[in-house]
């Protein structure tokens, strides 16, 4: 990252010549400023904040809804042993990408952000993960405890579950926003407006495999050395998941160990 973040601050010259290892030579800013300046990296920055905020939310939302009935025992959930063994062949097999994009095309979600987001709402790895933290992460008692004071079940989950399981929370939540900003290829399937490209999806465009359509952005940067670009565009592209992760990574360990061993 280091070297990443010295070659996009070099000038064309010295990294085209491999003269760059951890510091600036012939230091510039003119690639950060053509990259910040360009129309379709400002639109596909903002699509990808906006299917990773949405997606992230939406995710943790459905996750935590699930987890909570399939975290009870049969007897308190009927059907528990059903969904779980449901959710499990999930994990085990994919329909396929063929069915998948004709119901993604047949519900009229092609080329819009739900798209991306719902084609990939169901992790069952992050799913088995919470329901193993509600079932031995948060003691029974607190739960019976609640229902005598007159809770009920969204109050428990609101008000109990959710506090107490904060560390899984946010370590799923972690999860699952690094998945969603760094997913490139749905949406090369389900978006065809380049002006709507998730960040990931106009880098990979871009640096791997360039379209005609990106001529205009290519011309625009001719003057760049193309190492100098590309390492600004990858590195900008690491910023918002550099600045988050600082906020959740004090519970991280603590989320995927707590619960997993049993005193």
């Not at 010295?14 to 760059?20: C, I, L, R």
């Not at 019976?144 to 004071?149: L, V």
């Not at 952005?217 to 001719?222: G, N, T, W």
């Amino acid at each position: 990252m280091v070297h990443l973040l010295a070659v996009s601050l070099s000038g064309a010259a010295a990294a085209e010549a491999n003269m760059v290892i951890f510091t600036p030579v012939d230091f510039t800013l003119d690639p950060w400023i053509k990259m910040l300046n360009n129309d379709r990296f400002g639109y596909a920055l903002y699509h990808g904040v906006e299917r990773t905020v949405l997606g992230t939310v939406i995710t943790l939302g459905v996750l935590i809804l699930a987890a909570y009935p399939l975290s009870k025992e049969e007897h308190e959930f009927k059907g528990r042993t059903f969904y779980m063994y449901f959710f499990v062949a999930l994990l085990l097999f994919h329909v396929g990408l063929i069915p998948q994009y004709i119901l993604i095309s047949n519900l009229g979600l092609i080329n819009t952000v739900w798209a991306l987001i719902f084609t990939g709402i169901i992790n069952v790895f992050h799913l088995i993960l919470l329901i193993n933290f509600f079932r031995t992460g948060i003691p029974k008692e607190l739960e019976e405890a609640a229902f005598m004071d007159g809770a009920g079940h969204f109050r428990n989950l609101f008000s109990i579950f959710i506090p107490v399981a904060k560390p899984a929370i946010a370590t799923i939540a972690l999860f699952t926003m690094v998945s969603q900003w760094n997913s490139w290829f749905d949406g090369l399937i389900y978006i065809t407006d380049m002006n709507k490209f998730p960040l990931s999806t106009f880098l990979q465009t871009m640096i791997v495999n360039p379209r005609p359509e990106l001529v205009q952005d290519v011309e625009s940067l001719k003057d760049l050395s193309d190492r100098t670009a590309k390492a600004a565009q990858i590195f900008i592209s690491m910023l918002p998941i550099l600045f988050v992760y600082p906020f959740l990574q004090k519970y991280f360990v603590k989320g995927i160990v707590l619960g997993s061993v049993k005193g």
